[in-house]
């Protein structure tokens, strides 16, 4: 009798032990500012940023509504009409970034670029598919070649990841429970997020004019599921005063014959774009095998020849995307 009265204490004490604990996790990681750090912490997830090499295969279409028509509206169906595949590729040991765009429209090829970009080296050589042989140098601004840098030292993201969350405290942050879906909010005065983002760019304030943001706040909405809130089905970002609206919806659920792992919708709103929307799909590999780029081959973009000038202008001239500027033009 003793040995299952002890045996039953012992259960009860454990189930005890077990609720507690669920509650205090739930009650504490549910709280508004606790779940924005661990928002912060997931998507600014640095251990994936001690892999060596990333690959991203990108499909993007784009819907373009302007609200003042100050862009040519056979361009816009252009845009709106082509899609856009982009397979980037990064490898942090030799800081080599490789973008692969390929662009069709009407199921006809209209523009495949490829850009190599040796951050160290501060090279950057575009390679033309059919329209030149060769890799060209460009010049580019150092202030990117430092971003990059920024980006790619997990040292760097971790420092912006622990600013972040030193913004979050429980006066700015709040939740609301909208039926099945809480929406978590925070409100960051721009210039405090501008002082986050200069740890990746040091050159921020130099580019912008601080002071136009001093009375400005960005709001943050984020949208999320599940018991612990640990599914994110929307973000939004809102500067009021600027009038500048970015919604990103995670359209993953809804793509069911969707080729890619994952996939977002991007709407942005200002007061000169009535809308902009990305539909995004992307499949992320990590440590994956990717190319080595050999630019031996290669010239500045001053020192082409007038015999290469010339291949470059004929076989433009051959391509869909000539053809359809050509009908623009002459309309």
């Known amino acids: 009798m ?9 259960i009860l004490f454990i189930i005890a032990v077990i609720l507690t ?16 750090i661990k928002i912060i912490d997931n998507i600014l997830d640095t251990k994936k940023n001690t892999y060596n090499t990333y690959k991203y295969k990108t499909n993007l279409n784009i819907n373009f509504q302007e609200e003042n028509a100050q862009i040519n509206q056979d361009i ?6 082509s899609n856009f595949n982009l397979d980037t590729q990064i490898n942090k040991t030799n800081k080599q970034i490789i973008l692969n765009l390929e662009t069709d429209y009407n199921n006809n090829d209209l523009l495949n670029i490829q ?9 950057t050589y575009i390679y033309l598919k059919d329209i030149l042989n060769k890799y060209i140098k460009i010049d580019i601004n150092d202030k ?8 790619m030292d997990e040292n760097k993201l971790e420092l912006f990841k622990n600013k972040l969350k030193d913004l979050v405290n429980s006066n ?17 005065k721009t210039n405090d997020f501008i002082d986050a983002l200069e740890i990746l760019d040091e050159n921020i304030k130099n580019n912008i004019d601080v002071s136009k943001y001093n009375e400005d706040e960005i709001e943050f909405n984020v949208y999320t599921t599940g018991l612990m809130k640990n599914k994110i089905q929307k973000i939004e970002i809102t500067i009021e005063n600027k009038n500048i609206k970015l919604c ?18 991007l709407i942005l709103q200002t007061d000169q774009i009535k809308q902009v929307t990305l539909n995004l799909s992307y499949d992320v590999e990590y440590n994956a095998k990717v190319e080595f780029v050999d630019t ?9 020849t007038k015999d290469e000038q010339i291949i470059i202008l004929d076989n433009f001239k051959k391509s869909n995307l000539y053809s359809l500027i050509k009908n623009i033009i002459t309309k």
């Open 21 to 36: 604990a669920i509650i205090y996790y739930y009650g504490y990681y549910t709280k508004p500012k606790n779940t924005y």
């Open 296 to 304: 031996s081959n290669s010239t500045n973009i001053e020192g082409l």
């Open 2 to 10: 003793r040995k299952k009265t002890y045996l039953i204490i012992s």
């Open 144 to 151: 990117m070649y430092i971003f990059l840098n920024s980006i």
């Open 172 to 188: 700015n942050c709040s939740s609301n429970k909208e039926g099945k879906v809480t929406k978590n909010t925070i409100k960051i």
């Open 115 to 123: 850009t190599c970009t040796n951050v160290d080296k501060k090279e």
């Open 76 to 81: 816009l169906n252009i845009i709106n009409t």
């Open 248 to 265: 990103i919806e995670n359209n993953t659920d809804n793509e069911k014959n969707n080729k890619y792992d994952s996939s977002l919708k």
